[in-house]
């Protein structure tokens, strides 16, 4: 069946600009996770969806950053008044069942964004 | 919090060659851990994963990786590299984000070259 999918797979902006990058999980996973993936800091958590609510997000780097979940499916990551240090590879990832610590998460290619 | 390190970001080998990947965890309760890796320009693909059932586990393309808890460790091995393993290498923890349910904290990365 299909993987987890992402859009846009690259992205370039210009500093102050917003972003949304868009998450497809696979068909039926209730877990969704969004992580960063940079030079600097190596893969971090962003936020944790179950179905369409985010019951932490203290990962978010900062309220420039926030995420929506609709339908139990797709997720939109926004960046808004994006800065150059934004620039890194979003990925997405999605679980089958609630996030359980042994689940596997399955990662989306990611979205390449790089803030000039 | 746990936590993961992977000692040598960088790890050369030849064509059939044993590969040794290290991994050393920080857990305060019983860790699941995860061995992905990321091929160029993809996302992350899991290669095995230890949940308690058998401290060796064996996963995808000829790596398995035995969990030893007096050591803390996690350690990643194949007994005969190929040049198609050339990739970066993740060894990852869950970590709770609220009752029921886990992120994933991942260790800085390895990235694996194969000599011919």
């Known amino acids: 069946g299909a993987g987890v999918s992402q859009s846009p797979s690259n992205k370039v902006t210009e500093k102050g600009k917003d972003v949304e990058l868009r998450c497809d999980p696979i068909s039926g996973h209730t877990a969704l996770y969004w992580y960063r993936q940079s030079l600097g800091q190596g893969l971090e958590f962003l936020i944790y969806f179950q179905g369409n609510s985010a019951p932490d997000k203290s990962g978010l780097p900062s309220d420039r950053f926030s995420a929506e979940r609709t339908g139990g499916s797709v997720s939109t990551l926004t960046i808004q008044r994006t800065q150059q240090e934004d620039s890194a590879v979003y990925l997405c990832a999605s679980s089958p069942d609630s996030g359980r610590a042994w689940e596997t998460q399955y990662f989306g290619p990611g979205t390449r964004l790089l803030v000039l | 919090a746990q936590s993961v390190t992977q000692l040598g970001s960088h790890v050369s080998v030849s064509e059939g060659a044993l590969v040794l990947l290290r991994c050393n965890y920080s857990s305060s309760v019983p860790p699941y851990l995860f061995w992905y890796v990321q091929y160029p320009n993809q996302g992350l693909q899991l290669l095995l994963k230890?949940?308690?059932?058998?401290?060796l586990v064996k996963g995808i393309n000829g790596f398995e990786a035995e969990f030893k808890k007096s050591e803390t460790s996690f350690h990643l091995t194949k007994p005969s590299a190929h040049m198609s393993d050339a990739a970066e290498y993740f060894c990852a923890v869950s970590d709770r984000i609220i009752q029921g349910a886990q992120k994933l904290v991942f260790g800085q990365g390895t990235r694996l070259t194969i000599n011919p």
């Open positions: 230890y949940t308690s059932a058998a401290t």
